[in-house]
């Protein structure tokens, strides 16, 4: 059985990394995207 406590930290655990794979995801996207308008721009 899980105490209260123990299943608050596993959920908080949890939501803290989905938003920092949201956050990386998001960061990642972001990055391709100046890079393809970086290369728009030389071409």
């Given at each position: ?5 123990q299943t608050?930290v596993?959920s908080?655990v ?7 794979a949201?956050?990386?995801?998001n ?11 970086m ?5």
């Amino acid at each position: 059985m899980l105490t209260c406590f123990q299943t608050s930290v596993i959920s908080s655990v949890m939501f803290l990394t989905a938003m920092a794979a949201n956050l990386t995801l998001n960061t990642i996207k972001n990055a391709g995207s100046e890079l393809r308008r970086m290369r728009g721009r030389r071409s």
